[in-house]
């Protein structure tokens, strides 16, 4: 007899010996869609503090504990590996007790069936929200992407105490953010995901030099893999779609495209980065914060992150670069370039009349979720902190709105 059949014997079988009438047990959904705040406390050594802020991405040990009312759960000293994130916080101070770096938290899965924490969780980001002080932006974003069918995070929130040997330190509000890991591909693709690639630093494209080359860290690498070295240990599939990027002529381009993307799936992505003035993106001014995942037969999708500056600086819908200042006081240059697929795609006719449509059907769909009352509605439940600032992420909408339709009047959408 199989494994899985004599396991699902002994399941049954147990249920039948206790009697206990079967409960719904508490759930990553019912987590996500909680309307109460969720409280976290990590604990952990000095001595892995210390760890950490000589190398802040290296993973320690420690104890884990979560309650959520809404979700009805409460979990105690569960056992987790955690690392910061973060690129300029962790450069000011990787101090986890003096600073409030972002966090990723991954859980120990034991027994046969490697049941993940609520049953689908492998692991979990807590973002700091530094750069956000509405504490709404990356949540209102990823509602935006899903509802555009462009797969992104699910997104909650929690109160974090961190514990050092004993020593306890109030962290304040984080958002919890669901990683691009194997349970979020699992559950979000019907095919199998053969590789998840993200840029190691800003300004990284597809077009950069030496982009399908080296190994699984960014060490030695222009992309790191997230997922899939283990199966796969190479960037077969990355290299065909560098190689895409190197052919001159544009139709033959985006014929190229249409094997080795889910095309529209990249420009629905672009639309809403667009709409939500994402510049720390790939169509944005940075080229950042976007993960490449692809699936057996080497097609790939886009995807997001670090939408915490969404909803906020401006530039022009339709331009394929941007002119100087744009956001930092020490950008040096007059023009910054955008995602080269990207611009390249809003100068070819097909590519950017799509483009367009998608545009519109991102308007239209902020409205058909009701995302400025959403936004009202998350800023509530997490008590944000600064009024003007979800207000400002509200009334965006409308402005932006506005804009997608003088564009689609100019080029006659």
């Not at 996500?32 to 050594?45: E, G, H, L, Q």
């Not at 300029?88 to 924490?117: A, D, E, H, Y």
């Not at 394929?320 to 744009?326: H, V």
Request: proline share 4%.
């Amino acid at each position: 007899m199989k494994l899985k059949g004599v396991l699902l014997i002994a399941l049954l079988l147990l249920v039948g010996l206790t009697g206990i009438p079967a409960q719904a047990k508490p759930n990553a959904q019912d987590f996500y869609s909680s309307n109460t705040v969720s409280k976290i406390t990590i604990s952990v050594s000095q001595k892995n503090v210390a760890k950490l802020a000589i190398k802040p991405k290296v993973a320690v040990w420690a104890k884990f504990s979560i309650e959520n009312a809404g979700a009805g759960f409460k979990f105690s000293n569960l056992p987790v590996r955690f690392n910061l994130k973060g690129t300029s916080t962790l450069r000011q101070n990787p101090s986890l007790i003096n600073n409030r770096p972002s966090m990723r938290v991954k859980f120990k899965r034991t027994g046969p069936l490697n049941i993940g924490f609520l049953g689908t969780l492998s692991s979990l980001t807590l973002n700091s929200m530094t750069q956000d002080p509405s504490k709404i932006h990356e949540y209102s974003s990823y509602q935006l992407f899903n509802a555009m069918n462009v797969p992104a995070p699910r997104v909650t929130y929690a109160q974090v105490t961190l514990v050092v040997d004993g020593k306890r330190y109030q962290k304040g509000l984080f958002a919890i953010i669901e990683p691009y890991d194997d349970q979020f591909l699992k559950q979000r693709f019907s095919n199998r995901t053969k590789h998840v690639y993200e840029p190691c630093n800003h300004w990284t494209d597809l077009t950069r030099a030496g982009a399908a080359k080296g190994g699984e860290k960014c060490d030695t690498a222009v992309f790191e893999v997230k997922e899939g070295w283990k199966k796969t240990p190479n960037k077969d599939d990355l290299r065909l779609l560098v190689n895409v990027q190197k052919i001159a002529n544009n139709k033959k381009w985006w014929t190229a495209m249409d094997r080795y993307t889910d095309r529209d799936e990249f420009v629905r992505m672009w639309a809403v980065e667009n709409f939500t003035m994402a510049w720390d993106s790939y169509s944005g001014s940075i080229v950042n914060n976007y993960y490449l995942r692809s699936d057996q037969l080497g097609v790939f999708t886009m995807h997001p992150t670090g939408a915490d500056e969404s909803f906020s600086y401006n530039f022009k819908m339709d331009a394929p670069s941007i002119g100087y200042p744009l956001i930092y006081y020490d950008f040096q240059v007059q023009v910054k370039g955008r995602g080269s697929m990207f611009a390249r795609c809003l100068r070819y006719k097909p590519c950017f009349n799509q483009y367009l449509d998608e545009l519109k059907a991102t308007k239209e769909m902020a409205k058909k979720i009701d995302l400025a009352g959403q936004m009202g509605a998350i800023a509530a439940q997490i008590k944000a902190p600064s009024r003007w600032a979800v207000s400002a992420a509200q009334n965006w909408i409308g402005v932006k709105s506005s804009e997608v339709d003088a564009l689609l009047a100019k080029y006659g959408r």
